[in-house]
T-cell receptor, first 115, second 118 residues
Framework: GENVGLHLPTLSVQEGDNSIINCAYSNSASDYFIWYKQESGKGPQFIID?????DKRQGQRVTVLLNKTVKHLSLQIAATQPGDSAVYFC??????????????FGTGTRLQVFP | DAGVIQSPRHEVTEMGQEVTLRCKPISGHNSLFWYRQTMMRGLELLIYFNNNVPIDDSGMPEDRFSAKMPNASFSTLKIQPSEPRDSAVYFCASSLAPRTGSLAYEQYFGPGTRLTVT
């Protein structure tokens, strides 16, 4: 039968437009955040990361914004291309005790790019 | 650079059988992670190693699951006995972390092993 699973939010954008994918994280003690892209049938691929002492970091066509006040992370993709179509995950890293961390992934957002 | 290598890519087995998943991390990386991805629960960290030593196995679902890392270039995730609810995609990832137990660095994922238990 059908699997009742996570309902991924979907963002549909037109090719060439900018995309903004949002993520709310859970722990105010988290000190490191990562965005991953996962294409169908493949493993997650690192896009960009940011540490908690920063509020913005830019890469090639991507920008990550961190708002620690409201525990919000966003990924901006400029001039979205068909190859950007994938599921995007945010992940937060929380120090739990000395010398160990805990990495928690969000449920993901599906980005669909149409011509 | 071959990246993280996982084998097999697909595994179909019957309930009760032992399943062994294999991973070769990127050469020079000192941390290795095992994840499970399902539609119901998303991506979950099962266990991670630093310098071949298990650091945190709190994500391992139950005693049927075990993981080993006998050397810096090889790790296994074993399920014995397997159950249908273990069906998922299992990912291995590696990173170069400057301190023991640190997850706060870029992880490189393998292509995954799709496990189906009937």
């Amino acid at each position: 039968g059908e699997n009742v699973g996570l309902h991924l939010p979907t963002l549909s954008v037109q090719e060439g437009d900018n995309s903004i994918i949002n993520c709310a994280y859970s722990n105010s003690a988290s000190d490191y955040f990562i965005w991953y892209k996962q294409e169908s049938g493949k493993g997650p691929q690192f896009i960009i990361d940011i540490r908690s002492n920063m509020d913005k970091r830019q890469g090639q066509r991507v920008t990550v914004l961190l708002n620690k006040t409201v525990k919000h992370l966003s990924l901006q993709i400029a001039a979205t291309q068909p190859g950007d179509s994938a599921v995007y995950f945010c992940a937060e890293n929380t120090p739990t005790r000395e010398d160990t961390d805990k990495l928690i992934f969000g449920t993901g957002t599906r980005l669909q790019v149409f011509p | 650079d071959a990246g993280v290598i996982q084998s097999p890519r697909h595994e179909v087995t019957e309930m009760g059988q032992e399943v062994t998943l294999r991973c070769k991390p990127i050469s020079g990386h000192n941390s290795l992670f095992w994840y499970r991805q399902t539609m119901m629960r998303g991506l979950e960290l099962l266990i991670y190693f630093n310098n071949n030593v298990p650091i945190d196995d709190s994500g391992m679902p139950e005693d049927r699951f075990s993981a080993k890392m006998p050397n810096a270039s090889f790790s296994t995730l074993k399920i014995q006995p397997s159950e249908p609810r273990d069906s998922a995609v299992y990912f291995c990832a590696s990173s170069l972390a400057p301190r023991t137990g640190s997850l706060a660095y870029e992880q490189y994922f393998g292509p995954g092993t799709r496990l189906t238990v009937t």
